[in-house]
Every structure is written in C-alpha cells, then in structure tokens.
C-alpha cells in the first residue's frame, strides 16, 4: 500500500463515500491513484468553489466526510470562501491538497502557484480548519491522517491535509482510526442532573434544535427526548428540515420578527430555552421581536453545555442527548400544539410570478408526488424555503455566500441517489451555475427554479438607492441545452405549475426553470425579515 492508498482507504473508513475534485499539476499523481485505486468515486466539476459546496452539501446530508481534492496554489486558494462556510456551519470537509515535492521546494526557485511562500497556503487553511496535516514522512503519516480524520468527526469542521506530488507513491503502513475518548461520567452525570432541574422546574420550556443535531446523526434521538420531555420543539434557520418525517411535536422554524407569531412568542417567551447544537449567531437570534436573555438558556454546542453561569466542558453532544435519555422512562403527556402551517393552492392564472407562489407550487407538487431534498442559495430563495413543508434541506443559512446553491444540489444528488430540487437566484446562478454542465457525465438531473428578478435584490432591500444592484437578464433558460439539460422561461402562475409539472415528469437531464420575477417584489418572509432587521438598527 501506497500512502495515497492508505489516505483514501482512511477516508472510506471513516465515512467518505465520493471525492469532489479539480485537477492541477502539483495533484495530477494524486489523482491518478483516486481514478485507478477505485477505493472513492471521483466527481470533477469546473471551478473550486463548486468541489467545496459540493463536498459540504454531502457532508451535510449524509453526516459524515465531504472530501474535496484541488491542487495547491490556483486550486486550493480559489476554495478557501466554501471551506471558511463549512468551518462556520460546522461542516466535516476534508480538504486534501496537491504540493510541491521536497526537490522543488528546496530549489530556491520561486514556483508557479506559489503566493507569498510555500507555506503560505498551510498558514491561511489553519485558520478556516480545526485541524491540519503535511504528509511529508510516510512513517508518521498513518498516524497525522488518523488525528486529522478523528478532529473532522469529532469538531464536525474542516481539516485540511497537505500531499507533496513526490510522496504520493510513496510506500506506507494502513491508517488505524482512533478510538475517541469517553466522556467524564461525572461530569455528565452532574451536567444532566443541572438540566433537567431547570426544565422540570419551568413553566414554559422548549427545545430548539440546530445544526449539530444533523452533523452528528440525532435526529431521531433528539425526536424521541422532545417526547419524554413533553416540549414543544423548533429548528433554528440553519437547523431547517431537522425533524422532517419524525413524530416530534415541531412547531416550526423560529425566525424572529420573521417568523410565525405562535413559534416567535413560545420561543422568546420560554423560561428554559434548551439549545441543542444551535449556533449562537444573528441569523438565528439578531431578528427577535424581544431580546432574549441568552444567560438563561441551555447551551449545548461545540463540546460544552453552559447554563447560565455554569460550564461543562467536554460533554458531546450525542453523549448529552443519551444521557438525558437514561434518565427520562418514558414518553411525557403528549404536548398539544398548533401545527405549521405551510401554504398550498396555487392559483394557476396569468398572474406574474412572486417568490410565494414558489413555495405555494413546490408544496402542491410535493403534496403530489412526495417531498424532495432541497439545495437553496442564499436570498429570497432561502426564504421562501421557510415557507416550503419541511424536507432535507442544505442552505448556507448562517455563512450566507452566493453561489451555493447549484454544486451543492449536484452533491446532494451524488450522496442521495435522489433527486433534488436546486433553488437559486439569478446573481448566485451567474457565479455557480455552470457546473450544471457536469450533470450529463454523472446522470444527475436535477430540477433548478432560478428566481430571475435581474437583480441583487436582497441587497437592494436594505440599500435601493444604488443602481449597482441592477443586472442584466442572461437568458437562462436559453442556455441550458447546451449545457446538457431542458431550460423554460416562465412569467405567469400558469406557466410555472406546467413547467414544474414537466420537470418531475422527465428523468435523465437537467430541467431549468427560469421564473421571471418582477424587481422589488419579494416573499411575505424575506419582507417580515428586513422591516425587522430596519427596525431593530434604528433602536
């Protein structure tokens, strides 16, 4: 065994299923080994943002490894912006780099791709990565790939791996994973003991799940503790479609001003607010009606739980969750709660199109024909998602780059096998919608709405002054056979529900709707959202 070898048969191990890739020079042997081993499938597409939100969104959906192979230099410095996302979104990508072989590193030649120094490149991902490795010596290779791999699963982040061209084929023992560490029985004894005195003892606690909730693969555990608690339950924007299909008592998505009355008013008016894996961001809590007093919460998240003034340290959150139920017998008086309520009926006329009638489609459709994994950029797009039945959903909701939408749908189909719905805007769709181009090699045929409005729009809400904020309309639609798939342009109600009714009937290529917006006009959510965001900055 080789130590490229020995590297991918680690990542297999460890839960990687495919490699997102775009070859270069400094990785071209690397890449020969990916191609001829067998060990992962290989998925080449166009531009390096798009291996990174690729390899995030199976990372996410299926929670476990993403893996993203670039070259050094042009490839991995043209990724940083999607693996600095993945790091914030707490996202396990592995980042594996071509590099210079120690010949030409010693050379005293300055090298193509080279920015600053060779080490340039290493500084900059130790600061979007939680753990970092340079395969130099293949002797203590096994065990630097080993530590990477068990702080990507551990932290639920980044890591990134260096591999010099020349250290490639290079021979090498296999990677024995490492046995994670119990966790203080306790302290986890002691910090459960802590929590379920404050729920037993308030008068209104809820259970808000986020992102960690997905990375680590409790959904059903966190189903089942909201039953034995006997709280109501919602998602945070980034922990959106969690709980999708389980039998927990899920009120919605909180929001903030937002969002739905009923969810806004049980969560800022909870006397014991359980966080569970939430990031504590200002997509999350910077829109609440009210400022909620994050002291007198539960915090769970990055490996501690914080109560008040209290810190537990060290306590994942799967540890936590089990924990809290061996100690809860059985199933609490079951909650009586409202249910969402998601918008259905779309009125099929010759009306314009708004965002709403996005979500009013896409919830008849999957009404219909069962729900879809769901890719959504950043925007209006995203808001209207709020208001689509919740379902597996990868959105950039917290790090809110552009261009996510499209390669991360491509990734969702690679893990899934199913098929999923892209959502995108038409500033995003300019950035990353290309790489609908790779579809045809890989049989993926996704069905891609871009809200086309020729227009920045959710920047023009908060500054509509600048004229910058205007684009030009490319004609989508038009481009799309080319690209491998079927594109539509479509204005009215009308012609939108037959367009979405034709993409679900034909397989086997890629169905682009281009939905023609008009500019200024925008979802009821995304319009609750910034006269909020106004309101609160002038306070």
Known sequence: MNLSQALLTALRDHGAREIFGIPGDFALPFFKVIEESGILPLHTLSHEPGVGFAADATARYRCCLGVAAVTYGAGALNMVNPVAGAYAEKSPVVVISGAPGAGESRSGLLLHHQAKTLDSQFEIYREITCDQARLTDARSAPREIARVLASCLRESRPVYIELPRDMVGVPCEPVIPLVPPAPDREVLSACVDEILVRLRGATSPVLMVGVEVRRFGLEAKAAELARRLGVPVVTSILGRGLLAGTDAPL?????????????TDLVEQSDALLLLGVIISDTNFGVSSKQIDLRKTIQALDRRVTLGYHTYPEVPLA?????LLERL???APAVRFDPPHYPRGLQADDASITPNDIALAINDLMDAHGRMPIAADVGDCLFTAMDIEPTALVAPGYYAT??????????????????PLILVGDGAFQMTGWELGNCRRYGWDPIVIVFNNSSWEMLRTFQPESAFNNLDDWGFAAMADGLGGDGVR????????????????????FQLIEAIIPRGVLSDTLSRFVAGVKRLSQK
């Open 329 to 331: 017998d059985g199933p």
């Open 319 to 323: 540890a936590l969750v089990d924990a």
């Open 251 to 263: 009120v919605g998505t909180y929001l903030g001003v937002a969002g739905q009355q009923q969810v």
């Open 402 to 419: 552009m261009g996510f939408g499209v390669p991360a749908g491509l990734g969702l189909q690679a893990a899934s096998g199913e098929r």
């Open 490 to 509: 479509v204005g009215t109600r009308a012609e939108l529900k037959a367009a979405l009714d034709h993409a679900l009937a034909t397989r086997g290529r």
